[in-house]
Every structure is written in structure tokens, then in C-alpha cells.
């Protein structure tokens, strides 16, 4: 994955974040397709994060699951601790369980780098 700057991606990560939420809670978007894409980033969340206890965080085994299920190109070619240091680096409240909020600083710089790669190329 090509290294996007950290401030370029919180902003967009900002930026998508608010026109996401702007549209579902709204719910009056003329893009249905954007509305079932934030239902599958949550309900893909909250389906794995069920799976062991609590139904509103996910365990460093949750998140695993989720990325093999979700972005396995992520774990190719990793080191055996590749999870647990990207769960370290997103418990921002050091909890040990990743809540959604959580999660989504994730789901936000993944979509914005894949946004990167496809629509702007390093030359």
C-alpha cells in the first residue's frame, strides 16, 4: 500500500465520515447504493464483534476474522503479529476491545487509500 500522509487521510477520513453519516441519518440520499454500503461496513462489524462475547467490540480474534473476511489482501505476505499491533494501534482508549468508532478510523483510511491507488497513482 502506497503511504499516504497521516493529516491528508484524517481529513479525508473527516470528509467521508461526514457526508456518510450526513446521508444515512438523513436517510434521504438519492444514492441507495451508498446507503447499503454503510449498512454492510456495520452489519459486518456487529456480526463478527457478536461472535464472542460482547456484541459491541471486537477482541484481537474478532478483528482478525473481520479483516480475513473483509480485507484479506491486508494479512498477505504479514508477520504473525501484524493483528495484534494493528489492534494495539487502534484501541485509542486502551481497553483491549475496538468499538466501532474505533474500527472505522480503519474502514475510513482503507477506503480513502483504495481511492488512492485506483484514482491516483504515484508516478
Known sequence: MTAIPKPTIRLSC???F???FSAYSTKKTDNPCLQ???QRLVEGFTSIAKR???TETMNVNELKEY???NTPETLKG???DFVQRTFQSLDENRDGELEYGELSRFQMEYI???YHRKYRPQK
Open 52 to 54: 464472542e462475547g460482547n
Open 78 to 80: 504479514q508477520d504473525p
Open 112 to 114: 480513502v487509500a483504495a
Open 14 to 16: 473527516l470528509l467521508i
Open 36 to 38: 447499503s454500503s454503510i
Open 18 to 20: 461526514l457526508s456518510l
Open 67 to 69: 479483516l480475513k473476511l
